[in-house]
């Protein structure tokens, strides 16, 4: 029972700074993370040097131990940038044209029926231009969207000249006025100088107001390269990730983003036209990690267990305290098989990290067992009262005097963490 409630203790009352080995024990697991999610390599190098030399130094968070907290640092490090919120490309109330650009087979011509559909129930205009100069069946391909959405389409002849293509535009618009225009155009399946050049042309006669890079989610490691040559050769206002409905971790986005350092809007969720949704850079991270749910577990652990110990000074630390905390571990579930999903968290754990259901079980049936009064100021359970206690939680005396003799020295110790700490009981810090 002591190691226990001494494991308990050290999670709840120390403050602690990470280690320079704490931090790089954690940060080879991340590498690992990251790369099997298919970030790109020099990507994920530079992520985890730079994540880690912020984290040295760091206090250990609340109820985390050193890894968790890492591993938070880690994952909020990811949401940021990933782009922090979720980000929405730029619209006037008229004269949107934007530009879908990317590799054949990225979705780009269902991205743009989908953008089309999305607009349109928020009460836009949407004109679709169908600007593949080479493929035929791709702008049937795109003509079928438009009428499956309701919303007119613009095919361009083969090998029509860009500045033909603007005067179309605009003779549609005279006669049928849009306020957002959305131009598809051709791809290749791979990088390609004379698409890249023609791509160019085109955007310099329609002086669009967003350049969306439509990139496969499942691309992995080559979706840096991609997205580097199409921002430096045509240039790119923001990206639209699709499938990700895939089986594809997300490190495509991570790759993407970093080297353009432009914001993602949108994600592909499946083929449907309604199958588009803003990009949550906080589930992606997640996912990036393999983690899921585990983080939101982390974080709603370190919220109850931050406002538990804002309130107090150390000193204060009462039995009340401690079945709160006991119960916001158990409430966790069995926490050591979740923490284990987390990559690499199993060796980042110390030993002995199992929390025992059945002592926590006991602990708090004792401590339910007393009076409010008795729970605040544990000095007045005297002989009587531990006997009154053990019987209404099935225990012994022996066990209620453990209990008691326990929590005084967590106290104790709280107090004396507190003075060497400077006093002042601070609470815990945020990073
Ligand atoms: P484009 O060559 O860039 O125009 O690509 P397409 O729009 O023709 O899409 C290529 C294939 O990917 C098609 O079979 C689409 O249905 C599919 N696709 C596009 N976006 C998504 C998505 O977000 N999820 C899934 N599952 N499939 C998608
Ligand atoms: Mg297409």
């Known amino acids: 029972l002591g190691n226990k409630l001494q494991d308990i203790l050290d999670k709840l009352g120390r403050e602690r700074q990470l280690t320079e080995a704490q931090v790089k024990a954690s940060m080879r697991e ?25 984290a040295v130094g760091q206090q250990v968070l609340g109820s ?31 004269g949107n044209v934007w530009f879908m650009v990317g590799l054949q087979g990225a979705g780009k011509t269902t991205s743009a029926g989908k953008l089309a559909a999305h607009y ?13 100069t080479q493929r035929p069946a ?15 389409v613009l095919k361009v002849a083969d090998a029509e000249a860009p500045s033909e293509t603007r005067r179309r535009i ?24 004379v698409l890249m050049d023609q791509l160019a042309a ?35 206002s923001g990206l639209i990730m699709t499938k990700m409905d895939g089986d594809a971790r997300g490190g495509a986005a991570l790759s993407a983003r970093t080297v353009t350092g432009k914001p993602i809007y949108f994600a592909g969720t499946s083929e449907k036209i309604s199958g588009l949704e803003p990009f949550y850079p906080d589930r992606v991270a997640g996912r990036i990690l393999g983690m ?14 931050l406002k538990a110990m804002e309130a107090k000074k150390p000193g204060d630390f009462d039995l009340e305290d401690l079945l709160t905390q006991l119960r916001q571990i158990r409430k966790m579930g069995p926490i050591g098989d979740l923490m284990k999903m987390i990559p690499g968290m199993s060796r980042a754990l110390p030993e002995g990290f199992a929390i025992d259901e059945k002592q926590l079980q006991r602990i708090d049936a004792m401590i339910s067992s007393m009076t409010v009064k008795e729970r605040r100021n544990p000095k007045i359970i005297d002989g009587s009262r531990r006997k009154r206690i053990a019987r209404g939680s099935g225990s012994t005396v022996q ?3 453990k209990l008691l003799k326990m929590h005084e020295q967590m106290k104790e110790m709280m107090k004396m963490l507190q003075k060497m700490s400077g006093g002042g009981g601070k609470g815990m810090r945020m990073p």
Do not use: C, W, Y
């Open 64 to 94: 985390l131990n050193a890894g968790q907290t890492v591993v938070k640092l880690v994952h909020d490090e990811l949401v940021q940038t990933l782009g922090g919120e979720s980000a929405q490309p730029s619209l006037e109330k008229s």
């Open 399 to 401: 066990d209620i005097n």
């Open 292 to 305: 899921g749910d585990v983080m939101a577990l982390i974080e709603r652990a370190q919220a109850a267990d």
């Open 170 to 193: 605009e003779e549609h618009l005279a006669r049928d006025p849009r306020d957002l225009v959305i131009v598809d155009t051709a791809g290749r399946l791979q990088i390609d100088e």
């Open 138 to 152: 791709a702008r049937d391909q795109l003509e079928v969207l438009s009428k499956q959405v309701g919303v007119p």
């Open 120 to 132: 349109k129930a928020k009460g836009r205009r949407v004109l679709l231009v169908a600007a593949d």
């Open 30 to 54: 991340i590498r690992m993370a990251l790369l099997e999610a298919d970030v790109n390599f020099t990507v994920a190098k530079d992520f985890v040097a730079r994540v880690g030399e912020q």
């Open 202 to 236: 085109l955007k310099a006669e329609l002086a669009p107001t967003e350049t969306l890079l439509v990139v496969d989610a499942m691309t992995g490691q080559e979706a840096l390269n991609v997205a580097q040559t199409f921002d430096a050769r045509i240039g790119v």
